[in-house]
């Protein structure tokens, strides 16, 4: 009988897919593996290393080759992406065809590779390679959350070396050891415990992944290592001989788990109607959001504040290789390459510059700037100060293709179709009619009595209930912003029947302006409106007798001199003639 002797471990650890630092003084050499990018778009991929502003020769003719001239550029600076760009998936599917484990008696992976040994399986792991499509988000000083699209390919590398018992050889008897067969029988990924992608016999597995929400999650990847040994005895005799043979089955389950964020958009979105055909929307998304589209061509959009560069993920720089004699380090040829993205100084845009959409409101989480998660030799503009995550925003345009409404995620190929997204009921925009007039006057001061109403129904529009201080506001954002009148340099709220009064004291023109509120805080919501009055105390009778009272006291000194002047000439004529 044959005997089956086997073993079963298993082990978990925990990575975040960290790109972890190099020093400044660092420069690694990265060959490009085979046309999955051109010249210029790997002069772009690695913004972490040093920027030493190589110099480009010129040929004979004094030119400069465009690409060699863009490559020059990007020697001296980094360059950073209006939107997620597709070079890092093509590049690290490409440099992971270059990546190879060792052979039988050699492990080889990452320095942070967690190996598990049994009975004769030594060194064994997986790792992951790259998760694609991705995008490492830089939101905090100390935040940077993994976001990974729902749907997505997992490269990983399982490796391991067999490492078998020492043979012996003595006068009657010969023991000899051998590997009779070896597979990595599954890989596996696992969602939160749930299994979501499979494959079978291939030390770089590619895993395509299919799951569904939101938030995050544990990644788990995990291989089933299988070794068959076979261990032969000859024993011999005087004239004979005799061969015997037994198999041993050895088995290792290992595995890594990756903290990420499944990042699925699931966005809700307000709509408006101006009265003057100008329309607005509003959006918000939970996670954080790229922007989005307004047309079919794709031209009249609206960017929020991330921006996005490409590195390198320096944990690969290097590979270990483990052999039953020790460890030795060498440099890897395969480089996984991610898409990062950053809070710009740019902040949000709407774009066509002069005659596109307009920005009217962005809100969000109010964070410290994440400068210091971002790499010390990458400088592409990211805020210095406090900014705002811009999980919603509203704009007012002048026309929007309701089947061409997308919100565009910060993870290439994860978009929204605003068309399917929870909308909530149009909001009405209604014209509103200002009037102003002299309500009553006294010698000094006018009293001027606003009112504000619909202009279609003729109902007051009411600012204020000065009974139990309740208002029309059904906000969208967590901002609410309510309207005001403003007249003669004060801010006043109409009463229950839209009126509102102010006393002025100074004749002149005095324009009562409407400033509503904000359509996404106020339902219903009304377009602003101005009206104006003149006031001066000649204006009316009483003014006139208030004038010429006045008039009055202030001609008699000059008419009681004038007199006495009179009075005086004469008295001296009259004395010189005598």
């Given at each position: ?57 010129s040929d004979s003719a004094g ?85 990974i699209a729902p749907e997505g ?249 309701q089947d061409s409404l997308i ?172």
């Open positions: 009988m044959t005997p089956i002797i086997k073993f079963t471990t298993a082990a978990c650890l925990l990575l975040g897919l960290t790109t972890a630092g190099v020093t400044a003084s660092e420069s690694i050499h990265v060959e490009q593996p085979a046309a999955s990018v051109t010249d210029n778009e790997t002069a772009t991929l690695f913004s972490k290393e040093p920027n030493h502003c190589e110099e480009v020769t030119d400069t080759d465009e690409s060699e001239a863009f490559e020059e550029l990007t020697s001296c600076t980094d360059v950073s992406f209006k939107e997620p760009p597709s070079t890092a998936v093509r590049w690290t599917a490409t440099a992971f065809d270059d990546l190879e484990p060792g052979g039988t008696r050699t492990s080889v992976g990452p320095p942070h590779a967690s190996r598990e040994d049994s009975w004769a399986i030594k060194d064994a792991h997986i790792s992951a390679f790259a998760i694609h499509p991705s995008t490492r988000a830089h939101t905090g000083p100390d935040e940077r959350p993994l976001f390919e997992l490269r990983a590398l399982v490796d391991y070396r067999v490492e078998t018992p020492d043979g012996e050889d003595e006068e009657n008897f010969t023991q000899r050891w051998s590997v009779s067969s070896q597979e990595v029988r599954e890989v596996r990924v696992l969602r939160d415990g749930e299994t979501v992608a499979t494959a079978q016999g291939s030390q770089t597995p590619v895993l395509e992944y299919a799951t569904s929400g939101s938030g995050q999650t544990e990644v788990t990847l995990e291989a089933d290592i299988e070794v068959e040994i076979r261990e032969f005895v000859i024993i011999r005799g005087d004239g004979w001989a005799d061969t015997y043979s037994w198999d041993y089955s050895d088995e290792i389950t290992v595995s890594q788990t990756i903290t990420a964020h499944v990042y699925d958009l699931s966005a809700e979105r307000y709509t408006a109607t101006y009265p003057d055909g100008d329309v607005g929307i509003g959006v918000y998304q939970a996670l954080p959001w790229h922007g989005y589209t307004l047309s079919a061509d794709g031209n009249d959009m609206v960017r929020g504040v991330w921006r996005y560069y490409t590195a390198r993920d320096t944990s690969w720089d290097e590979l270990v290789e483990e052999t039953e004699g020790g460890s030795d380090v060498v440099t890897s040829d395969a480089r996984p390459v991610y898409v990062h993205s950053f809070p710009s100084r740019v902040g949000p845009r709407a774009e066509p510059d002069r005659d596109g959409p307009s920005i009217l409101d962005v809100w969000g989480i109010e964070s410290d700037s994440p400068a210091a998660t971002i790499h010390e030799n990458v400088d592409v503009g990211v805020v210095d100060d406090r900014y705002t995550r811009s999980y919603g925003m509203v704009i007012r345009t002048d026309s929007i293709d919100v565009q995620g910060i993870v290439r190929g994860v978009d929204a179709p605003l068309s399917e997204a929870a909308h909530m009921d149009d909001r009405e925009i209604r014209e509103s009619d200002v009037d102003v007039v002299i309500e009553s006057v006294n010698d000094s001061a006018a009293t001027l009595r606003v009112e504000v109403t619909d202009a279609t129904t003729g109902d007051p529009i009411v600012l204020e209930d000065p009974i139990d201080g309740t208002t029309r506001m059904t906000s969208i954002g967590p901002d609410p912003r309510d309207g005001y009148l403003t007249i003669a340099g004060e801010r006043i709220e109409t009463n229950q029947s839209g009126m509102a009064t102010v006393t002025v004291s100074e004749p002149g023109l005095y324009t009562a302006e409407y400033h509503p509120g904000a359509w996404y805080t106020h339902d219903p919501a009304y377009a602003g409106g101005t009206a104006s009055v003149r006031w001066h105390p000649l204006t009316t009778v009483s003014g006139w007798l208030t004038l010429l009272s006045q008039s009055i006291w202030w001609v008699i000194p000059f008419a009681v001199s004038w007199y006495a002047g009179i009075r005086l000439t004469t008295f001296l004529q009259v004395g010189g003639r005598r």
